[in-house]
């Protein structure tokens, strides 16, 4: 069938306007798709890579001094490989010309020989040299968020003495790729850092020669850490273990997972959303651009192809649009996916970047690309086919206009005839026009998307900082301290206000289920650390029970009024049955609180602190921060300035990123329904309008009937979009609930307007397309031909 | 073709097109039907041509019952049996006059090179025009080309002057008179012209969805004599 093949090149040629329309929505699904499923795919497989190559560890323990030889009994306990032991010390730090408080984590590495566990990826510079005690290497996101290379020098106070130290080397660990300070939620690389230092030096400043504080264990393979942890913990307890604990409560780990768990969120159910629109856009144009050429299916009837042979031709056409939608698709898809995961590499300051397609999402792509654009073709060209050649040859039957509902209750006085075609022809084909809105309102509820991100990080910072944590600064002690410690800071010239805090680490137990996290014992009625409900109105903690996070309650699966076992992880390690009285609806972390004085109660200490929340007069901040780092009790600063920053930060990075990108191709899709259905209902009319422009009716005129149908769907389309779009939001606020964020649905007037507009520019720019087209109706020919 | 009836439902209006048609066509003659428009002429030709199935009565192409035949059959019998010319040449305006007749010939048995098809409606100076380069008369001795190419039995034309002025017209006549005259094709050709009754052997009478009379004519005219 050669003439038929040159038919279908000659055709594409001639539509290669709306080809390309379709094509570039569907570039938009198929793109989106794999960008995401192999920028996932590939973090996923370098993480993996990274730790194997890095030997990091899988289980970890910190306690307060054990002797080395312990060594030899936790090697025996079944299923240990590797074990390392380390000295870990909190140090605070001064970066020069960096005035803000900067706190640090000190880890030994063997002074011999390279770790055997969590080994260091060297960046720049040099490794240690055996037993110097002022040199250091430093993790690469502090030295980028400070610019420090190899050569530089930082101030350490060590165990009390100051102490300048010289940075050798620019590393990377797997232990640290997300390093957050003690008590803050999120990893902010300015404030805080990790330093590594040679073990024989950092164990005499801390008087830890032949013992350690810190270790982390490799199991063998197919082993079950619980049991390796729990012969741990018997162990250790004797010399102060506060609890052994698997890869996956790791910190970092937990970050990260928590992290790449959000983009798998957005890398999947996202892109499925937008190629099920994009799918469902190409049946719905294709279906009608097989539908325009329905005559010419009834000629290749008449003179005796089959309906099959027509459906292949149709097939073929169709294939052609859909691969190059397609090719185009996957192209894009690689070149965004390189590019994202190159960033997301940055990001995560991973070593090198795997990259990694997966056929599978190439073929899941094109599976639906194709099913999409074949049922469609296939359903018009069967509609078509259906028809004895005779009838199809002849114009679709303009049978069935009826007076719409207005002129039904008599109103049409008050609209023209123009107007009564456009109501008429919308009424006539309510599946058509039903589906032009729906796409239109897809487009419009994936733009929502992208701001309602922006709105709802806003609205937590508003209610995080501003509302529930009032605190300037929040200073963590070395030790729980007497309350007394207290007014040695309420004391400082330029603190306004302070608040002692008792936090405690805890596993929580409820039926089978448990968590670690810590227990915060705050004063009651708090003016600085307030506990919220869902309607951000004040929760009080009662003095015999425990209030949590709706979402901790949820992982423990525990109501108001059951009892919850409390496994203290510090001091003499009680286990203690508190009742949990409410919760509490944060968006960030889970924490769970009970008062101070019952906390204190319970863990039989006397009135003791070991933090502080404190307001500060802002332009004696800097002094403050003097003043606090000369004192040895305190061992971290937390500003609340620089944890907006570095929450914001983290935000920014990672799913806003993905956001944006979205409601780009939001926008895109947008145009590509609008301007599709509104090219496909002119050359459906165009004979109509013609005879009309005939008759006398303007330019102008004409335009109205035609344009005023798309206009009125645009319209229509804007409520289900606003809609669709909550309904999207709403399902991402709950595909993204982990145990770090809880992000709000909170939809701002500005997110529903942009989007609103997203699509009324669509909508004017397809109407100033068709505007011209319009011009080139043929006048004569409408004469010339029949009907 | 027996008692043939046929029922249009036009959205919420019924349209009885033909009321009990019976004519018989003979190898190798011209007939033509002529009618007033609304008669059921075109109805008729449709049916014959395998295009549309009747609402009662009886169809027979040689021995073969058309009127229960399901769609292959009747795809077949328009493949290989019956050639048809429009009255708005329907051409495939993609495609060139040459593709436009090899979209034809290449799905049949025996047909003449596309290029034979169009020397004998004498456009072989124009094989490589696309319909919108052709004159309308141009277009429908395309039309005939490609109706004659596949050497079909029967030959059926609606109202193929129809769209042309009456100098075209006789152009196109010619053309379909010698496929009639040189390959002994069945022709049958609607009009609502009478002048064009002339060059039939036999002229079928419609009116109303009857054949109203038939009239043999003992000399036919050739399509030079006519006129309109």
């Given amino acids: ?787 | 073709m027996l008692g043939l009836t046929k029922i249009y439902t036009m959205g919420e209006v019924e349209v009885q097109a033909l009321r009990g048609v019976d004519l018989e066509l003979y190898g190798g003659e011209l007939v033509v039907l002529l009618g007033p428009s609304g008669s059921g002429k075109s109805t008729l030709l449709n049916i014959l041509g395998g295009l549309d199935t009747a609402t009662g009565g009886e169809v027979y192409y040689r021995d073969r019952d058309l009127t229960h035949a399901d769609e292959n059959t009747l795809t077949d019998y328009r493949r290989h049996h019956v050639g048809f010319v429009f009255q708005f040449y329907n051409l495939i305006p993609s495609l060139t006059a040459r593709e436009n007749v090899a979209v034809v010939t290449e799905i049949v048995r025996n047909p003449m090179t596309p290029e034979d098809a169009l020397a004998l409606v004498n456009l072989q100076e124009r094989m490589d025009h696309f319909p919108a380069q052709l004159s309308g008369g141009e277009q429908q001795r395309v039309a005939i080309a490609r109706a004659i190419a596949k050497n079909p039995a029967v030959l059926l034309c609606d109202e193929p002057t129809g769209a042309l002025d009456s100098e075209t017209g006789i152009v196109v006549l010619e053309a379909l008179e010698r496929a009639n005259r040189e390959l002994g094709t069945t022709t049958a050709l609607i009009t609502h012209n009478a002048g064009i009754a002339d060059m039939a052997d036999r002229v079928v009478h419609i009116t109303n969805g009857h054949i109203g009379s038939i009239q043999r004519n003992t000399q036919r005219k050739s399509a030079r004599e006519l006129s309109w």
């Fill in chain 1, 1 to 787: 069938m050669r003439a038929l093949n040159r038919k279908l090149w000659r055709d594409l040629w001639d539509m290669r306007g709306m080809v390309l329309a379709i094509a570039l929505v569907q570039v938009g699904g198929v793109a989106t798709f794999v960008m995401s499923l192999s920028t996932y795919d590939s973090l996923l497989l370098t993480r993996d890579r990274y730790y194997r190559e890095q030997r990091f560890a899988e289980v970890f323990a910190s306690l307060k001094r054990a002797p080395e030889n312990l060594i030899g009994r936790i090697q025996t306990i079944p299923g240990v490989d590797q074990v390392q032991t380390r000295v870990v010390a909190a140090v605070r730090l001064e970066v020069p010309g960096f005035s803000d408080p900067v706190t640090g984590t000190l880890v030994s590495v063997p002074d011999t020989h390279p770790p055997r566990l969590n080994t260091l990826y060297l960046r720049q510079g040099r490794t240690l040299d055996a037993g110097r005690d002022d040199e250091v290497m430093i993790d690469e996101s502090f030295a980028t968020a400070h610019g420090l290379q190899p050569g530089d020098r930082l101030t350490a106070t060590i165990n009390g003495r100051r102490k300048a130290l010289t940075i050798t080397g620019i590393v990377l660990s797997p232990e640290y790729i997300y390093s957050i300070a003690p008590g803050a939620v999120f990893p902010d690389f300015e404030h805080y850092g990790i330093l590594w230092m040679a073990r024989k030096p950092l164990a005499t400043a801390y008087d830890m020669d032949g013992a350690f504080n810190d270790i982390a264990l490799s199991l063998e393979r197919g082993t079950n850490a619980e049991s390796v942890i729990e012969a741990l913990d018997r162990l250790l307890t004797r010399y102060g273990g506060g609890g052994a604990y698997a890869r996956e409560d790791q910190l970092s780990h937990r970050f990260l997972t928590e992290e790449l768990h959000g983009l798998q969120t957005m890398a999947t159910v996202f892109p499925v959303i937008f190629l099920g629109v994009a799918a469902f856009l190409l049946n719905v144009v294709i279906g009608r651009l097989v539908a325009t050429q329905r005559e010419q299916i009834a000629i290749l009837k008449a003179f005796g192809y089959s309906n099959l042979d027509v459906g292949r031709h149709y097939a073929a056409l169709v294939l052609m649009i859909v691969c190059l939608g397609l090719a185009g698709g996957i192209g894009t898809g690689i070149w965004l996916g390189r590019g994202l995961s190159a960033v997301y590499m940055q990001f995560y300051h991973f070593p090198f970047l795997h990259y990694r397609l997966d056929p599978v999402v190439i073929g899941l792509a094109a599976l639906v690309s194709v099913l999409a654009g074949l049922t469609g073709t296939l359903h018009a060209v069967g509609k078509a086919a259906r028809l004895p050649p005779a009838e199809a040859m002849r114009p679709d039957t303009p049978t069935a206009y009826r007076p719409t509902l207005i002129e039904r209750l008599g109103l049409q006085r008050l609209f023209s005839q123009p107007t009564r075609m456009i109501a008429r022809h919308i009424e006539r084909r309510p599946v058509k026009s039903l589906l032009t809105v729906a796409g239109m309102a897809s487009a419009c509820g994936i733009i929502m998307v992208a701001n309602f991100q922006k709105d709802a990080v806003r609205h937590m910072i508003d209610v995080q900082y501003t509302m529930s944590q009032r605190q300037d600064l929040s200073v963590t002690f070395t030790e729980p301290s007497s309350y007394k410690a207290l007014y040695s800071l309420a004391g400082l010239p330029g603190v306004e206000y302070a608040e002692g805090v008792r936090t405690v680490p805890v596993r929580l137990r409820f039926e089978h289920r448990s968590y670690r996290t810590s227990l915060q014992g705050l004063a009651p009625g708090s003016k600085l650390r307030r506990v919220l409900d869902a309607n951000l109105r004040r929760v009080d903690i009662p003095p015999d029970g425990i209030v949590m996070t709706d979402y901790l309650a949820e992982l423990l699966g525990i109501s108001p009024g059951e009892v919850l076992t409390v496994e203290v992880l510090e001091g003499r390690r009680p286990v203690l049955k508190i009742p949990v009285t409410g919760t509490t609806s944060e968006y960030l972390g889970v924490s769970a609180y009970l008062q101070r004085g019952t906390l204190n109660r319970l863990m039989q200490e006397g009135d003791a602190i070991n933090g502080a929340y404190l307001t500060v007069d802002p332009p004696l901040r800097d002094q403050v921060y003097r003043e606090l780092d000369e004192m040895p009790r305190v061992a971290g600063i937390l500003v609340r300035d620089s944890a907006i920053r570095s929450f914001y930060r983290t935000m920014e990075e990672t799913i806003l990123f993905f956001s944006f990108v979205f409601a780009l191709l939001g926008g895109f899709i947008a145009f590509g329904v609008v301007y599709n259905s509104a090219r496909i209902a002119l050359s459906e009319r165009d004979r109509e309008l013609a005879s009309l422009r005939v008759l006398g009716f303007t330019h102008p005129e004409v335009a109205y009937i035609l344009l005023g149908e798309l206009g009125i769907a645009t319209l229509l389309a804007l409520p289900p979009g606003f809609l669709f779009g909550r309904l999207l939001c709403g399902y991402l606020t709950q595909a993204f609930r982990s145990d770090l964020y809880r992000i709000p649905l909170i939809l701002e007037p500005g997110t529903y307007a942009f989007a609103a507009a997203v699509v009324l520019a669509s909508a004017t720019v397809s109407a100033l397309m068709l505007w011209r087209k319009l011009h080139k109706l043929d006048l004569i020919g409408v004469l010339k031909t029949r009907e």
